[in-house]
């Protein structure tokens, strides 16, 4: 007869800052990806200016990533190499789905 608590609730808030960082971080490990277009140093730019933007749709992010491929390698997989990896690393390392992940080749690098 005794009064079963129900377990509190919390929930858990990835800051966009956060996923921008580890987007950031696997698209540049990406072999083929020279850089990130418009790269600014500090975080406050790269949210509003920046090579990478967040759209939080509820719990679910859509991400766009904007890169610098290296000539020598092929465009179309560098870019869904990128897409493979930011989504997997986002997913993996914060625990926000991501529905999408777009990504533009800005510029190509001669070597």
Do not use: C, W, Y
Request: glycine share 6%.
């Amino acid at each position: 007869m005794g009064v079963v608590k129900e377990p509190a609730r919390s929930r858990l808030k990835i800051s966009e800052d956060v996923i921008i960082t580890v987007a950031r971080l696997a698209a540049l490990d990406v072999k083929g990806v020279a850089g990130l277009s418009g790269e600014v140093s500090k975080m406050s730019k790269i949210r509003k200016n920046g090579p990478i933007k967040i759209s939080m749709i509820g719990d679910v992010a859509a991400i766009d990533v904007k890169i610098i491929v290296k000539s020598s390698e092929k465009a179309s997989a560098v870019a869904n190499e990128v897409q493979s990896a930011v989504k997997e690393n986002v997913q993996n390392m914060t625990g926000v789905a991501v529905a999408r992940v777009n990504v533009t080749i800005s510029n190509v690098v001669f070597d």
